[in-house]
């Protein structure tokens, strides 16, 4: 059971998150419109967004030894948000849509351009290669989601034939002591195997990330992390309106 200082730590730990995207997406967009021709500025603030990323799986793991099934229903998030979580956070597929979406806006919008020999060097003049890179990818990330999918189901299944429904089944010995350190027992190892799954999905976010960069030029890499970090923060901020406005949550 989560406790309340648990749930500080955890909400702390989003909220600090939440306002790193914000200040490394000003930074992002800072080089994208002043240093567009520099590399080694471009990657510099890629190699810090990663960074960033990385230290917050890493606390995430940290948390998630005994507060895993807070994680996968967060309080912290809106309504919006919780909607489309996968595992703790967005599917890794999302990255890959938002590929292809960029892709295709850009192109359409810089077309005439484009016909006229301008290069802008964005996300819409994406190489042949390149989208086969993204594909191939795209086939990995589905395999390797729908084995952490089977894991979770799999978990979530066991609970029906585990030492939970035994216990469960003991009402008469419900209040003893014996028995609800039993319990405890129980769903602290449900609770390592949950952390378990989210380890996994945010390696796997982690992963997806790097190799999209991998496949862009360091330009393409900056343009895509600003429309990455634009959606992730106005989908929240469009979420915590509608949560206030229905709910009066804040």
């Known amino acids: ?15 600090n998150w939440m306002i790193e995207q914000q200040q490394l997406l000003q930074e992002l967009l800072k080089v994208h419109n002043q240093k567009p021709n520099d590399e080694q500025e471009l990657c510099c603030i890629i190699e810090k967004l990663v960074k960033h990323f990385q230290e917050y799986i890493n606390r995430r793991a940290q948390l998630a030894l005994d507060k895993a ?13 919780n909607s489309y979580l996968w595992f703790g956070g967005s599917r890794p597929s999302l990255l890959i849509q938002l590929v292809y979406s ?5 192109l359409e919008s810089q077309l005439s351009g484009h016909l006229q020999g301008v290069r802008r060097g964005n996300m819409g003049e994406l190489s042949a290669e390149q989208l086969s890179l993204v594909s191939e990818l795209q086939c990995s990330i589905i395999r390797e989601g729908d084995r952490v999918s089977r894991r979770m189901t799999s ?8 030492l939970l429904t035994r ?35 945010d390696k796997l976010r982690m992963n997806t990330l790097k190799e999209l960069i991998g496949i862009f030029t360091p330009l393409q890499a900056v343009d895509f992390l600003i429309a990455d970090k634009k959606l992730h923060l106005c989908m929240h901020q469009w979420g915590q309106r509608r949560d206030h406005r229905r709910h009066g949550r804040t």
Do not use: R
């Open 1 to 15: 059971m989560t406790s309340s200082s648990d749930q500080v730590q955890l909400i702390e730990c989003y909220q």
């Open 155 to 162: 978990l979530q299944e066991n609970i029906a034939d585990s």
């Open 69 to 81: 099934s807070s994680i996968f229903s967060p309080t912290w998030c809106t309504s919006i948000e």
């Open 167 to 201: 216990l469960a089944n003991n009402s008469n010995e419900s209040k003893t002591e014996s028995h609800i350190e039993q319990v405890d027992q129980a769903l602290d190892s449900h609770s390592k195997d949950l952390a378990s799954v989210l380890v996994d999905s």
């Open 102 to 106: 960029l892709c295709g806006s850009q």
